[in-house]
């Protein structure tokens, strides 16, 4: 069956260093996929967006990679910041699903001072 | 509006009762969703309408629930006989659908109690 996993428990860092997150996905073939932050209490905000074609991808603190081969994407975030705080959500496109995202489960994110 | 607006934000209902959650797109978008999501959880895909064409509802969990679309704008989402299971917030997002990009925009949402 489909699925996409992302670790469900919080990751806790210190500010300024680089904060790294997973999404791994099972018997998908994606056309792109996607990153989204979701603060408490709101819905999720788009961050980027990465095609299977593309390596890499970069805005600025924030870099995402794709690998097909893996089937993962990793989000990291350089010089972290407490306003880094929230859950990060990655999504799919699948080849030929005309725009229906699935969503994984978020990975909150905790930087501290 | 310059985002997307749910209303109402919260919603307290006993089971059994009948609910309409409501949804404004962004203004010249054309594809609207509805998502699910329960506490800790992912967001649920429920249904999506795209311009004229039939919608997707390959998400919605039961017969109880339905969502319509009026005039390519604003959705209404309903949940007949509401159950406890049904406590969640729903979402809703749109997009303007073209090539291949599909952000998606998302209104803060409706938490749904169902005591």
């Known amino acids: 069956s489909q699925k996409i996993e992302q670790n469900s428990e919080a990751l806790n860092i210190q500010e300024g260093k680089t904060a790294t997150l997973t999404c791994n996905y099972t018997?998908?073939?994606?056309?792109?996929l996607q990153w989204y932050r979701q603060d408490p209490g709101r819905g999720p905000v788009f961050l980027l967006l990465?095609?299977?074609?593309?390596k890499e991808k970069r805005k600025e603190r924030l870099k995402v990679t794709f690998d097909t081969t893996l089937k993962q994407s990793l989000f990291h975030i350089t010089a972290s910041q407490p306003a880094d705080s929230a859950t990060y959500l990655c999504?799919?496109?699948?080849?030929?699903?005309?725009?229906?995202?699935?969503f994984g489960t978020g990975t909150r994110l905790q930087v501290t001072l | 509006g310059a985002g997307v607006s749910q209303s109402p934000s919260n919603k307290v209902t006993e089971k059994g009762k009948d609910v309409e959650l409501r949804c404004d797109p962004i203004?010249?978008?054309?594809?609207l969703y509805w998502y699910r999501q329960s506490l800790g959880q992912g967001l649920e895909f429920l249904i999506y309408?795209?311009?004229?064409?039939?919608?997707?509802k390959s998400g919605l969990p039961s017969d109880r629930f339905s969502a319509e679309r009026t005039g390519g704008s604003v959705s209404t989402l309903t949940i007949q006989r509401t159950q406890q299971e049904d406590s969640a917030v729903y979402l809703c997002?749109?997009?303007?659908?073209?090539?291949?990009?599909?952000?998606?925009?998302f209104g803060p949402g409706t938490r749904l109690t169902v005591l």
């Open positions: 997002a749109s997009s303007l659908v073209t090539g291949d990009h599909n952000e998606q925009f």
């Open positions: 018997n998908y073939s994606p056309a792109y």
């Open positions: 990465i095609r299977e074609n593309e």
């Open positions: 999504a799919l496109v699948g080849t030929g699903t005309a725009s229906k995202l699935t």
């Open positions: 203004s010249g978008h054309t594809a």
């Open positions: 309408f795209q311009g004229n064409s039939a919608p997707d």
